[in-house]
Nanobody, 128 residues
Framework: QLHLVESGGGLVQPGGSLRLSCAASGFTLDEFTIGWFRQAPGKEREGVSCISRDNGGTYYADSVKGRFTVSRDNAKNTVYLEMNSLKSEDTAVYSC?????????????????????WGQGTQVTVSS
């Protein structure tokens, strides 16, 4: 059974940084495309980043482009989301999700329904 666990969330001041981890068990993570999503209270879920299986292609939402970086460590079976220059509007629950069939789009957010395995989420709060 596919199992994803996010970690690394927390409280950070505006301008600060966090690195989220998405660790997998039960499968080899580099065989899957991984999407990062976030949902703030009262708002719809937003696809913020994606890293494709095979070619490693990436996608970033305009709201995070230049500040967030997604990467893989295949030896650790983990995908990371490095978040820099954090803003209050980045406050949300962040979740990672896996899809074996999907490749990240270039110009549009990854659609949540194509991801079949989801982690439980980790809270990121940006506040002074």
């Amino acid at each position: 059974q596919l199992h994803l666990v996010e970690s690394g969330g927390g409280l950070v001041q505006p301008g600060g940084s966090l690195r989220l981890s998405c660790a997998a068990s039960g499968f080899t993570l580099d065989e899957f495309t991984i999407g990062w999503f976030r949902q703030a209270p009262g708002k719809e879920r937003e696809g913020v980043s994606c890293i494709s299986r095979d070619n490693g292609g990436t996608y970033y939402a305009d709201s995070v482009k230049g500040r967030f970086t997604v990467s893989r460590d295949n030896a650790k079976n983990t995908v990371y989301l490095e978040m820099n220059s954090l803003k209050s509007e980045d406050t949300a629950v962040y979740s990672c999700a896996a899809s074996i069939y999907f490749y990240c789009p270039v110009y549009s957010p990854p659609p949540a329904p194509v991801f079949t395995s989801w982690g439980q989420g980790t809270q990121v709060t940006v506040s002074s």
